[in-house]
């Protein structure tokens, strides 16, 4: 059966420092990915989408990576804020698929001062 | 801003009753979805509509059913409501051209007693 893995443990890094986040999938071919950030008590918030045929995307202070042989998806946050605080959800789309994703469990983020 | 609704954001309730999660969008998108999220877990489609008068059930088997009468809205339904049912709900909606980010609604969190 299809899988998404997000690091299970949640990540503490110093404001300031790069934060990577890992999504890893199984049984999967998919078309594109997308990450999301959600905070407590809200729904997830689109944050990049990256295609099956591009190999990185960059949006301010995030860049996204995605290699379809090792079946992963990293994501960065440079130069992090404690705003930066939230879990952040990778999802996968299918082609053809009519955009109906499939999300990981995500990882939560926390920036320290 | 996504400007997507729904109400009620909390809803405490008695095993048995019959219960009306609303979802509403004022962005003219066709596509429409409701998740099912607990704590700590990755969401899970329960139902999509592609537009009026279509619905379709998700991966994740539901005792709930929709409605797609009018574009902007997507009510869910709860005939019987019992503690299992007890979760997070949480809305969306995409516009139908190709792949599209989905835009969440802030959530329903129901409360089965």
């Known amino acids: 059966s299809q899988k998404i893995e997000q690091n299970s443990e949640a990540l503490n890094i110093q404001e300031g420092k790069t934060a990577t986040l890992t999504c890893n999938y199984t049984n999967y071919s998919p078309a594109y990915l997308q990450w999301y950030r959600q905070d407590p008590g809200r729904g997830p918030v689109f944050l990049l989408l990256?295609?099956?045929?591009?190999k990185e995307k960059r949006k301010e202070r995030l860049k996204v990576t995605f290699d379809t042989t090792l079946k992963q998806s990293l994501f960065h946050i440079t130069a992090s804020q404690p705003a930066d605080s939230a879990t952040y959800l990778c999802?996968?789309?299918?082609?053809?698929?009519?955009?109906?994703?499939?999300f990981g469990t995500g990882t939560q983020l926390k920036v320290e001062l | 801003e996504a400007d997507i609704y729904q109400t009620p954001r909390y809803l405490v309730i008695g095993t048995g009753k019959k219960i009306t999660l609303e979802c509403s969008q004022t962005?003219?998108?066709?596509?429409m979805y409701w998740y099912q999220q607990d704590p700590g877990m990755e969401l899970h489609l329960i139902h999509y509509?592609?537009?009026?008068?279509?619905?379709e059930k998700g991966d994740l088997s539901s005792e709930s059913t929709v409605s797609r009468i009018r574009t902007e809205h997507f009510p869910l339904t709860l005939e019987s409501a019992r503690p299992s049912h007890t979760s997070q709900y949480l809305c969306?909606?995409?516009?139908?051209?190709?792949?599209?980010?989905?835009?969440f609604g802030p959530g329903t969190r129901l409360l089965v007693l």
């Open positions: 969306a909606s995409s516009s139908l051209a190709g792949i599209e980010t989905q835009y």
């Open positions: 990256i295609r099956e045929n591009e």
């Open positions: 999802a996968l789309g299918a082609a053809g698929g009519g955009n109906k994703l499939t």
């Open positions: 962005m003219g998108h066709d596509k």
């Open positions: 509509s592609y537009g009026v008068n279509s619905t």
